[in-house]
Each structure stands twice: as C-alpha cells, then as structure tokens.
C-alpha cells in the first residue's frame, strides 16, 4: 500500500486522531489524549500504588488503534505507531504513553498484542499484564 497519506487531527488540544488514508479512504486510525494523571481516567490504577513505575508525568493515553481488516498485512499498525512515537518526540516531550492492550476484535490474541507493542518499548505496568507504559 504505497500511496496511504496520513493526517494529524485535533478536536481540542487534548485529543488527537493520526488517520491513514488510502485512496480518500480511512484505512487506520490511532486516536490518543494528553492527559496529566492516569488515574484518573483507570480506576483500576490506585494512586500512589505503581508511583514507582510509571510516575505521575504528564502522559499520552492511546485510547485506540484500528486498522480496516482488508489492510491489516500492509504494516499500516506499525507506521501508525511509529507516527505516534514521532509525534510525542517532537510535540510532547518527555511525555509518557500509557496504553491498555486489548484485542477487542479477535484478529489478534491479547498476547501477540501486548508482543506487537513491546517492539516498540512499552513494558508491563503493575499487576495488569496488559497495561503497558512506555518511558520516554
């Protein structure tokens, strides 16, 4: 899939979506929130409790990743998400990326999941398996 085109969308300064087009079509999207405590919006996180992991910085919530099912070979999860990471080094400095990995549409098991995002530097957080951080 060579001629997909990306594009940056804001709906306030707080909530992003990076879409991947091909054609004029949505082939991909990854929608992520700046939000400065976690804990707020995961109750299962207890304040104070995984302090020493993930700290209380300022952080990058990946609320979604989804690829159309007919352009899931064509690598576009993986320049999605390396748009993000680009995006948080040059805009969100030294911003954390928090994320719970899960597989809700069963194309791909919870494990490989959390495997696919690990190449990209997250690491379990806590108890929760599939809550992962990336330090930046």
Not at 22 to 43: A, I, K, M, Q, T
Not at 51 to 77: T, W
Request: aromatic share 14%.
């Amino acid at each position: 899939m060579e001629n997909v085109k990306f594009k940056l969308e804001s709906t306030d300064a707080t909530k992003f979506d990076l879409e991947a087009f091909n054609n004029n079509d949505c082939v991909g999207s990854l929608r992520f929130e700046v939000v400065d405590n976690p804990f707020e919006y995961w109750y299962f996180l207890k304040e104070g409790e995984y302090q020493n992991e993930i700290g209380l910085d300022k952080y990058i919530l990946l609320d979604r990743l989804f690829i159309d099912p007919s352009c899931r070979r064509d690598q576009l999860r993986t320049r999605l998400m390396n748009g993000l990471i680009k995006i948080v080094k040059l805009r969100f400095i030294h911003y954390n990326i928090l994320l719970e990995a899960d597989a809700f549409d069963g194309n791909i098991s919870q494990d490989d999941l959390i495997k696919f995002y690990q190449k990209f530097g997250f690491v379990q957080c806590g108890d929760f398996k599939n809550v992962l951080v990336r330090i930046t």
